[in-house]
């Protein structure tokens, strides 16, 4: 592992801060970048990618990386000095407003003419050159703000990978992600091992966000280029939304650093380890016919029936499928079985977003993860004053899979978010 430190320019005197990126692995061809705390309130993905950096050094040593790694723990440093009376404020940058996932910028036109003459018969020569490319103008451009600073940093790095992935998490929330129609077959193991019960597909959500900013190139030169040239299937975007944010855990954050390391195992990013296996099999012992355990790798099982002891455990068993048993035993046992996909991808545009009409408390009436029908109250708001009740009712119906953490809302507050089957919604598809 080598970290590198990356300083932005400063908003004041005497302000200057860094973002520092984590480096694994020797291969340049296939790419991995994974940050944290884009909103820097967001500390759920910072537990995780912190698990991430021990486990990646070990995964190094071990010589199992298949790919180029890079690690951003703290992907926003700006966020990180925003505090006011005690409370952290890390979605929107304070002096600007501006939200920190979003207007990140779109380089495919520009790439697209620069690149025009220069690309090859050769798919991985053209990934080369665009990522040459790419790397050469945000370390050509210079940034006017900290703000576009950290962006243009940011982009730099991530815009080079084949796989992105985005930690961050909601108010309160079920474990779900984001990503496109186009990235979806490759994320799926993810959502699979993360246990993501809402998975929501968009090619394009609206405000430029990092994720769909960071493929927005790759897409862009295919579309342009991909009836004359063999052009590289490009950057694949998640963002992974980590339950709530007050969901910092130590155990939780190392099993979702466990699911993304299985997760990337199985999609050819880390090498599998040779496993051990234990199978049961007759042997010889004195005084009885107890079962003795013998566990081997998967060459020594393979042999078993060949040669050593436990071929001639194997020749004393009575039932004459048991080497068949034995097999299925070992090849279950071999590679990493992913978990079933708990609920299928929907589109973003599906989600339906209930805003509270009124001020007062609310009372949700359902839970997270609930399946929610059209017509159904899904939380009341009460004018504790009045004795007014004003019910929150769903329109379309889906899972309810997020809400705002406050109790408390303001009109026109963003209370609930369902994820339904179909389409409902268009234009800007993210939260504002």
């Given at each position: 592992m080598h970290q590198q430190h990356h300083p932005l320019i400063s908003a004041s005197l005497g302000t200057q801060r860094e973002i520092v990126s984590f480096h694994f692995g020797e291969e340049k061809y296939k790419q991995v970048y994974i940050q944290a705390s884009l909103h820097?309130?967001?500390?759920?993905?910072?537990?995780?990618?912190?698990?991430?950096k021990q486990k990646l050094m070990a995964l190094e040593s071990a010589g199992r990386l298949r790919a180029g790694f890079t690690l951003v723990p703290v992907a926003n440093p700006l966020a990180l000095s925003q505090h006011w009376h005690g409370t952290h404020l890390g979605r929107f940058h304070s002096e600007s407003g501006q939200d920190f996932n979003r207007r990140f910028p779109a380089l495919g036109e520009k790439l697209a003419a620069e690149l025009a003459s220069?690309?090859?018969?050769?798919?991985?020569?053209?990934k080369r050159l665009i990522r040459d490319a790419i790397d050469r103008h945000y370390r050509d451009v210079i940034a006017k703000t900290e703000l576009e600073a950290q962006r243009f940093t940011l982009m730099r790095m991530a815009s080079q990978a084949d796989l992105m992935i985005d930690l961050h998490c909601d108010w309160e929330a079920l474990p779900h992600l984001y990503t496109t129609p186009h990235a979806w077959p490759d994320i799926e193991p993810l959502a699979r091992w993360l246990g993501s019960e809402v998975q929501l597909l968009a090619q394009i959500s609206g405000g430029e966000p990092f994720?769909?900013?960071?493929?927005?190139?790759?897409l862009t030169l295919a579309e342009r280029f991909g009836d004359k040239y063999p052009m590289p299937r490009g950057l694949l975007p998640v963002t992974l939304e980590l339950?709530?944010?007050?969901?910092?855990?130590?155990?939780?954050?190392?099993q979702d650093a466990d699911a993304i390391i299985s997760a990337l195992r199985e999609s050819g990013y880390i090498a599998a380890e040779n496993p051990l296996v234990s199978v049961e099999v007759a042997a010889p012992v004195i005084g009885g016919d107890e079962l003795a355990l013998v566990t081997a790798n998967a060459e020594d099982i393979a042999?078993?029936?060949?040669?050593s002891a436990a071929a001639s455990a194997l020749e004393a068993v009575d039932m004459p499928e048991e080497m068949s048993v034995i097999k299925q035993r070992h090849t279950e046992g071999a590679g990493a079985v992913?978990?079933?996909?708990?609920?299928?991808?929907?589109p973003l545009a599906g989600c339906e977003y209930i805003h509270s009409p009124v001020s007062g408390l609310i009372l949700h009436r359902k839970k997270l993860g609930a399946h929610i029908r059209p017509?159904?109250?899904?939380?009341?708001?009460?004018?504790?004053?009045?004795?007014?009740?004003?019910?929150?009712v769903a329109e379309y119906g889906g899972v309810l899979y997020a809400r705002h953490w406050a109790k408390f809302a303001t009109a026109g507050m963003l209370v609930i978010r369902l994820a339904g089957e179909d389409e409902v919604r268009s234009g800007d598809l993210l939260v504002g």
């Open positions: 820097g309130d967001e500390i759920p993905g910072m537990a995780v990618a912190w698990f991430l220069s690309l090859t018969p050769n798919e991985g020569d053209n994720d769909e900013a960071c493929c927005e190139p790759w339950r709530g944010l007050r969901d910092v855990d130590p155990d939780q954050a190392e042999g078993m029936a060949e040669s992913s978990p079933a996909l708990k609920h299928p991808a929907t017509g159904e109250v899904v939380a009341e708001v009460v004018d504790p004053v009045t004795d007014f009740v004003t019910p929150l």
